[in-house]
């Protein structure tokens, strides 16, 4: 198999309670960890200490073999490793500061993601219902992004989203139906005329090729939801 990151396979393995099935899917479907820093070593915090120190640190650790990886790093270039990463068919690569510490729970510019693909993190306002084969599911979900003190609607999406992923999705969406639309602003009236809205409190990411003129997301295709995330951390990409 290819040694790429896949998203759509790590979503196989997520939201699974079901031991017997966690078990299976292990199997079928396991997974890699990446470990890019240390914050502790031998008992002492290292948090403090600059990327380029954390990182020899880490490179002196013998994980063996197994499901821990620790990836190459490069200091130099950003341009060169850039290209590798897009003839690699990756995403992008996080450029860092080799002289900042560890910031828990902060965004820093001294970490800064470099994306080959657009990737926006999206809150679900509501979802509108399918037709055809999707006619007893959801046929698109309602995107909002936080601004002030509330979110903005930013568009909808409905492809990228698989039967399972749907019916994931459903379950989830049903209980935190409400009939208040949680916007800011009004949606376009043919499609606030279907809208089902919900609580916003999931949060999940989209690609796209951009936004539009009036801050809409032009051809977003769905990823997965974020369980990572909370609705504070979303913030607009540029």
């Given at each position: 198999q290819s040694a790429r990151p896949s998203f759509s396979l790590l979503q196989q393995r997520m939201h699974v309670t079901d031991p017997t099935k966690a078990r299976r899917l292990a199997d079928e479907t396991p997974v890699v960890y990446l470990v890019f820093d240390v914050l502790y070593l031998d008992g002492r915090r290292t948090i403090d200490l600059s990327y380029r120190r954390r990182r020899?640190?880490?490179?002196?650790?013998?994980?063996?073999?197994?499901?821990?990886?620790?990836?190459?790093?490069?200091?130099?270039?950003?341009?060169?490793?850039?290209?590798?990463?897009?003839?690699?068919?990756?995403?992008?690569?996080?450029?860092?500061?080799?002289?900042?510490?560890?910031?828990?729970?902060?965004?820093?510019?001294?970490?800064?993601?470099?994306?080959?693909?657009?990737?926006?993190?999206?809150?679900?306002?509501?979802?509108?219902?399918?037709?055809?084969?999707?006619?007893?599911?959801?046929?698109?979900?309602?995107?909002?992004?936080?601004?002030?003190?509330?979110?903005?609607?930013?568009?909808?999406v409905g492809t990228g989203l698989t039967d399972a992923m749907l019916r994931d999705l459903a379950a989830r969406l049903e209980p935190l139906r409400t009939d208040r639309p949680p916007l800011l602003d009004a949606l376009p009236p043919a499609q606030a005329a279907e809208a089902r809205w919900v609580e916003p409190r999931l949060v999940g990411e989209v690609t796209y090729s951009q936004w539009t003129a009036d801050r809409r997301l032009r051809h977003p295709s769905w990823r997965g939801l974020r369980p990572d995330k909370s609705v504070a951390d979303v913030k607009a990409e540029s």
């Open positions: 020899q640190a880490l490179d002196g650790i013998e994980f063996g073999t197994g499901n821990l990886v620790v990836p190459p790093w490069f200091d130099g270039d950003g341009a060169d490793v850039l290209r590798a990463s897009s003839e690699q068919g990756l995403e992008g690569v996080v450029a860092k500061r080799l002289d900042s510490p560890y910031q828990p729970g902060r965004r820093s510019r001294d970490w800064v993601k470099v994306k080959l693909t657009r990737a926006q993190e999206v809150v679900i306002v509501g979802w509108t219902p399918g037709r055809g084969r999707r006619q007893d599911s959801i046929g698109s979900l309602l995107l909002g992004i936080p601004r002030g003190d509330g979110l903005v609607y930013v568009g909808r």
